[in-house]
């Protein structure tokens, strides 16, 4: 069903199809292990049914129905506190994927790792590394895409199909994610960090706009900016202040 990318350069030369996983980013990280494996090995899912997303949240799957992937990835070049970048890489890969097959719909980054469309969900990240000292040495991104699946029970998540009420073939979808994410992971690795900051900004939502969070209480704030090290930088009725990871909470 996934047949080696022609197109890529090195992502996707080697793809490893699961019909039912418990979690890609589990193989993938098993993989590691061993010494022949090289980066750019793809492991997919037809059914990854103990996927496992941000804030320890479970990442719900129907069979055949959605793209669940795992890319490995040898960033030496980064150092462990640029770990952002590759948020950034996998992010923008999604959004650019998705927007192109939905027809003009809203397609947004949400920080630190979801895709929104029309303002739900409809793709999530997670990315797992392990260090060398003070730099990267494997990365492992991990993807979800909802893709044709119909239901999910929640009121903040959709998929594609839901947007554009038709089917897609998973098969070429996973050939585009595959190219955007090696495109835009060359470009890192070429220096070009500002201009994926620029990107990332230009497609992050809340961005330069007033909206409701929430820490121990609701606040409005706007984004003013993603520090290199992934802190979301906000100009709120206190001043500027920073959130980490899990500090912050959308209200949307």
């Given at each position: ?6 197109k ?15 979690s890609t ?16 090995l ?19 799957s ?45 397609v ?13 969900k ?23 895409v909802?893709?044709n ?15 554009v ?36 900004l230009?497609?992050?939502?809340g ?11 609701v ?8 520090a ?8 709120t ?16």
């Open positions: 069903m996934y047949k080696i990318l022609a890529a350069l090195f992502l996707g030369k080697e793809v490893i199809y699961m019909p039912s996983c418990h980013n589990d193989i993938a990280l098993q993989m590691l292990k061993k010494p022949d494996t090289r980066e750019g793809v492991i997919i899912a037809g059914h990854q049914t103990s996927g496992r997303g941000q804030r320890g949240n479970s990442w719900k129907d069979p055949d129905s959605n793209l669940t992937l795992s890319v490995i990835l040898k960033p030496n070049f980064l150092q462990a506190a640029d770990q952002f970048y590759l948020n950034m890489v996998a992010s923008l890969a999604a959004q650019r994927t998705i927007q192109g097959c939905v027809d003009g719909q809203d947004k980054v949400k920080w630190p790792n979801d895709v929104l469309l029309r303002e739900k409809v793709a999530g990240i997670l990315i797992e590394n392990t260090l060398q000292k003070n730099s990267i040495q494997w990365a492992v991104l991990g993807i979800g909802n893709v699946q119909k239901s999910f029970g929640l009121e903040k998540a959709t998929s594609m199909s839901q947007a009420n038709k089917l897609f073939d998973l098969s070429i979808l996973f050939e585009k994610l595959i190219e955007s994410i090696e495109y835009y992971y060359l470009r890192l690795k070429s220096g070009k960090r500002e201009e994926l900051r620029e990107e990332y230009q497609h992050l939502f961005f330069q706009q007033f909206r409701n969070y929430r820490t121990e209480y606040f409005s704030g706007k984004i003013i900016d993603v290199e090290t992934g802190k979301l930088i906000m100009e009725t206190k001043g500027v202040q920073s959130f980490d990871f899990k500090e912050v909470e959308f209200l949307y």
